[in-house]
């Protein structure tokens, strides 16, 4: 089992060598509230659990030399972002630099014994290529509601047979290392604050649109999950009264009407209907469609492509205005597989939000893609299993 932090302030300096690479005990010194000795006698004691590593000499700045301190660059987290129809699994260095990534496509509704015997599968293919002996912890996303104490799945609506599952006490023992779950879209909002375009913002919203709809709520650096664990589950918001069916049993989500399943439904129908030549031809050519079909006839100029594409960013962005408008973040960042639709979905949020909230709100609000892609939730994973091993134990 790997050490663990003995307090808060071993716990500070391994976030920060995380969190920003190799740095030297004064520059280290300049950033936690610690005397001169004190910050030896944690770094000592730190070096002693194998954590960190003296690393060279660092550069000087007048008087005698500082050393350099890094963490263990044998230390490895795994990390696993199950989605809807994909299971992506990555194994990071103590820095979250990705040193191995597979993918592969998974539906989630075949159950979590076959969803995680493929995860296992693929991470030791990861082991067997040689870039990591073994893990010292690991993070998963699922994409549903999660009891984050107990690691445990809750009635999520795209997850048949997931329901109170015990997702970290069982890959903990065939893993051998401390597991830790999240819903997948705290993972990728984790993933774009520690390498992508949330960087330098403490309170941002991360609005995944996939196959389903979530939203990820960061509050001053922090993921925010709720009492429950279901903060941020903005597919199930209503948009229309007494609309369509939702998978949750509702009427009238989000989720009904956007996202990946609900896009291709509705390209299909325009298909069957005869409304767009291009959807049909994609649809005889592959027997069904996906959210990629409808981005590349939107692309060749498909009108109907389009609209389905601005009609779902509108509704979206209607949501979207109502959090900006409640939680005024700094920053909203749209990633998800359904970001392949590109900047005509992004300007049709954008249009709603800067037109619904209230300009104190959107005055200096940027709305972006995401910059990490499919590797936001691997980095985010890991990122959530690196808070647990670098927390006092």
Known sequence: MTARPANAHQARLLRLLRDGGPNSRAQLGDQVELSRSKLAVEIDRLLQTGLVV??????????RRSHNIRLAPSLRFLGVDIGATSIDVAVTNAELEVLGHLTQPMDVREGPVAVFEQALAMAAKLRASGVAEGFDGAGIGVPGPVRFPEGVPVAPPIMPGWDGFPVREALSQELGCPVMVDNDVNIMAQGEQHAGVARAVRDFLYVK????????????????????????????????????????????????????????????????????????????EGGELAARDVAAAATA?????????????TRTGQVIAGLVSFFNPGLVVIGGGVTGLGHTLLAAIRTQVYRQSLPLATGNLPIVLGELGPTAGVIGAARLTSDHLFSPA
């Open 54 to 63: 003296a690393d060279g000499l660092a550069a000087s700045r007048g008087g």
């Open 209 to 284: 649109i996939g196959t389903g709809i979530g939203c990820g709520v960061v509050v001053g650096g922090e993921v925010y999950r709720g009492t429950n664990g279901s903060a941020g589950d903005i597919g199930h918001i209503q948009v229309e009264v007494d609309g369509r069916p939702c998978a949750c049993g509702n009427r009238g989500c989000l989720e009904a009407y956007f996202g990946g399943s609900a896009l291709a439904r509705d390209a299909e129908n325009a298909a069957r209907e005869g409304r767009s030549a291009q959807l049909a031809a994609r649809l005889d």
């Open 301 to 313: 100029g498909d009108a109907v492509a389009l609209d389905l594409i601005r009609e779902g960013g």
